[in-house]
């Protein structure tokens, strides 16, 4: 505890010194308009715009009605975080493990992918989305009962099949991302307990807390794309995980290299390009607002990019292809929870902010905690997705390029923003102990160390990735 609390010290201290930004100027009212009230993943149908006149009366919103651009945007959307997941994630974490795991690492994540699928369509969707609890929905929509080619859902201009198909890889890139922490020892049948356990007691809450009409929803936190939902969320999973599924054979003597960095280059490149549709895609329309997302989600990452290689270059005397690599990834994590609420300004301050404070996570803070967290999902998703949603505050502001309104209060807005990151590191740590702790009974987590030391491609699966 004592490590930990020094962590986030040291870590909030690097925050704290970053904040001081080159503000840009406010965006003009059309596009501030348009991006304030752009639909997160799960937020409401934006309301219609006040009457010219103050005496006039209050317009009624427009009933829903398929909008054939936005239709068309939510598919690619929804196709470019397919493609984040099956193939990027899984070749990025592929890439990084030993030879003898490539295929486990891609198995996990594939099965993963279509596991979380049908378990939304079957109740995911339904708790987060329907009913107005605090941290459930209801049932009203299970197995997509009144689903159809005529309903809509939060969003007025597509067809629900588009927004439960959206929300479905969202929830399903989550559970996925928990994997690269416990690669290379953990058995099959309990990574698929873990993850039906944990998307049903720890992704579906979050969802509906943040997205669907929920807790937090309702004090005002602003997650655009999944800042808390999606990467704090994993973060902590990831990092529990590291805990109790314990460390590698040979962790702290052995150099555990990634065996084909070209393939986590590649792996890298196919989330940088998918990102668009997680980030772009949560205006939930192709309007303004997916445009500020969409430029912001390029400039974070490069930012963050470059602040990551110019650490390490300082640090080892090298600037690596893995760091690159990271670094982007990084930029990405913390521009999510932001992307339609700041200016472009405002995200190259947090990427490059971000690529510092993740580049010492999965160095110094690592080490600190003395997890084994095999491809480092605390040190990259957690902390880039506090910094993230703690800075989104910051630079949500109006003078500093932000498109909230004139009122908006910055210490009021870090606050909430605060409060969201530490609901979400209780309620994630909480439910992933219980339910790595439920697989470990059920099944074990930890295969034996033969099985370990040859690789779990033969050992669990039967295969190898690579013939010699």
């Not at 193939?87 to 990025?92: E, H, I, T, V």
């Not at 070209?262 to 490149?269: P, Q, R, W």
């Not at 993740?358 to 910094?387: E, N």
């Not at 800075?391 to 009122?407: I, K, M």
Request: glycine letters at 14%; proline letters at 3%.
């Amino acid at each position: 505890m004592k490590k930990l609390l020094a962590s986030l010290l040291l870590g909030m201290s690097l925050l704290a010194g970053g904040t001081a930004a080159l503000a840009q100027a406010p965006a003009a009212p059309e596009a501030a308009a348009a991006a304030a009230s752009a639909a997160a993943p799960a937020a409401e149908t934006a309301a219609p715009a006040a009457a010219p006149a103050a005496e006039a009366p209050a317009a009624e919103a427009p009933p829903p009605k398929i909008d054939s651009g936005d239709t068309a945007w939510m598919l690619t959307s929804t196709l470019l975080v397919i493609l984040m997941t099956i193939p990027g994630l899984a070749l990025f974490y592929g890439g990084l493990g030993r030879s003898k795991n490539m295929l486990s690492v891609l198995m996990q994540v594939f099965v993963i992918f279509s596991l979380i699928s049908v378990l939304w369509s079957l109740y995911g969707y339904s708790l987060a989305f329907s009913g107005e609890g605090k941290f459930y929905g209801d049932f009203a929509k299970v197995f997509l009962k009144g689903v159809s080619m005529e309903t809509f859902g939060a969003l007025a201009t597509i067809p629900e099949y588009v927004f439960v198909s959206f929300q479905g890889t969202f929830a399903a890139i989550t559970v996925a991302l928990i994997v690269g922490s416990f690669a290379e020892r953990i058995k099959f049948s309990a990574v698929l307990i873990f993850a039906l356990l944990w998307f049903t007691f720890s992704y579906v809450p979050m969802a509906h807390i943040v997205w669907g009409g929920g807790l937090l929803g309702a004090d005002g936190a602003l997650d655009f794309a999944g800042g808390t939902v999606v990467h704090i969320n994993a973060g902590i999973a990831g990092l529990v995980g590291a805990y109790l599924v314990g460390k590698r054979i040979g962790f702290g003597r052995e150099a555990f290299t990634p065996h084909s960095l070209t393939l986590t280059m590649v792996g890298a490149s196919l989330l940088w390009v998918g990102w668009f549709g997680f980030n772009a895609g949560s205006a939930g329309a192709a309007n303004a607002a997916a445009g500020l997302a969409f430029v912001n989600t390029v400039l974070a990452t490069a930012a963050a990019t470059l602040s990551w290689i110019a650490g390490e270059a300082l640090h080892k005397g090298k600037a690596s292809m893995l760091g690159a690599a990271s670094g982007a990834v990084a930029g990405l994590v913390a521009v999510t929870p932001a992307a339609g609420f700041v200016g472009p300004m405002g995200s190259i301050v947090i990427g490059l902010i971000a690529g510092l404070v993740c580049l010492w996570g999965v160095g110094g803070l690592k080490r600190m905690l003395g997890a084994d967290d095999a491809f480092d999902v605390f040190g990259v998703h957690g902390v880039g997705g506090i910094v993230g949603a703690i800075l989104t505050g910051v630079f949500a502001a109006p003078s500093l390029g932000g498109v909230q309104g004139a009122d908006f209060a910055m210490g009021h807005q870090v606050w909430i923003q605060v409060k969201s990151v530490l609901f979400t590191i209780v309620w994630s740590g909480v439910v992933s102990f219980i339910a790595y702790k439920i697989a470990d009974l059920l099944v074990g987590l930890r295969v034996s160390e033969d099985a370990e030391r040859e690789g779990l491609d033969i050992s669990s699966h039967g295969e190898t990735a690579y013939h010699r």
